[in-house]
Every structure is written in structure tokens, then in C-alpha cells.
């Protein structure tokens, strides 16, 4: 029985499930200033899932690869209740909407690709000045939407170990 590696292995065997111990690297390929939140909000995701021995990120050599593609960050509005809004000073509400789409391609050590996953949801902002008085009782718009960035990583890693794909 060798020590050296007894508390690796309880380290490992802590994290992984029933499945064997697998590391896998992230990278994301489109390119946005808000880079650094998203990759931190992705490897939470992969390494709070338990399915991994070890989360990198960028293209280091690991049993898997997961190609993550973030889409659809352009807010959309109706120009004439944009207008009319910041005419008002936030008087009048306008709401912005838009889908935040995560796309997954895993693949394996080889660079063959296991399995692709595509997830979206919609998500809406509300600009109106008496908003403000609720403000301290919930949650920014920046604080939702990296909760649903988070989900939707959640969401693809429980889908793909469902289907066998991790």
C-alpha cells in the first residue's frame, strides 16, 4: 500500500461520481469583453457538477474538451419605447429582451467530437425610473443573468450525462 498517493486518491474519489475520474478543459470560442466573469461562471458550472477530477480552462491535454459558443447577447427593443423612454428620463418603461444561447461540443482526447448540445433561454429587462425603489430587495440584472449562464452550463452538463455523452 503506497501513502503518497492515498490522499490523492480520497481527493479524487470525493469529487467523481459513479462514473470514473475524467478532467476536462473548457474553451470558449466567441470572443466578448465580459470573457473573464463567463469562464469563471463555466468552470463553477463543470466542477460543481462532481463529474470531473479536474476543470482547466483553454486547450490543455485532458480527457475531454468542451467547445462552449455564447450567442445571442444582443438586447433587443422597440426603437419608438427606447425613444420615448429616454425621452421621459425612465418616465416611461421600455423593456429589453434577448436569449443567451450556450452551444457545447464535447469531444474527445483525439479531437473527435462525442456530442453537441444547444441551450437558450429568454430574458427580460425592465428601464423605469420607480424601479428604483425596489432595487435593494432583489437581485440586478447582472447578478440574474449570470445565474442564467450558470443554469444553462448546469442544464448542458446534466443533459450530456444523461445521454452518456461525460
Not at 2 to 29: C, F, G, H, M, P
Not at 112 to 133: A, P, Q
Request: net charge negative; no cysteine.
Amino acid at each position: 500500500m503506497v501513502r503518497s498517493n492515498d490522499s490523492e486518491n480520497r481527493r479524487a474519489s470525493s469529487i467523481q461520481t459513479a462514473l470514473e475520474a475524467k478532467s476536462i478543459s473548457i474553451e470558449v470560442l466567441s470572443k466578448s469583453p465580459s470573457d473573464e466573469k463567463q469562464l469563471r461562471i463555466m468552470q463553477n458550472a463543470y466542477e460543481e457538477s462532481g463529474l470531473f477530477s479536474k476543470v482547466t480552462v483553454g486547450s490543455n491535454p485532458t480527457d475531454l474538451k468542451a467547445e462552449v459558443l455564447l450567442s445571442g447577447l444582443e438586447g433587443r427593443t422597440n426603437g419608438f419605447m427606447r425613444l420615448l423612454n429616454g425621452m421621459t428620463l425612465t418616465l416611461i418603461p421600455d423593456k429589453i429582451e434577448y436569449s443567451p444561447t450556450v452551444t457545447a461540443v464535447f469531444k474527445d482526447r483525439q479531437g473527435n467530437t462525442i456530442s453537441t448540445f444547444k441551450k437558450s433561454e429568454d430574458v427580460s429587462i425592465w428601464v423605469e425610473l420607480f424601479l428604483v425603489l425596489a432595487m435593494p430587495f432583489v437581485d440586478g440584472p447582472n447578478t440574474v443573468a449570470e445565474s442564467v449562464f450558470y443554469d444553462l452550463h448546469r442544464a448542458i452538463i446534466n443533459e450530456a450525462h444523461a445521454k452518456g455523452a461525460l
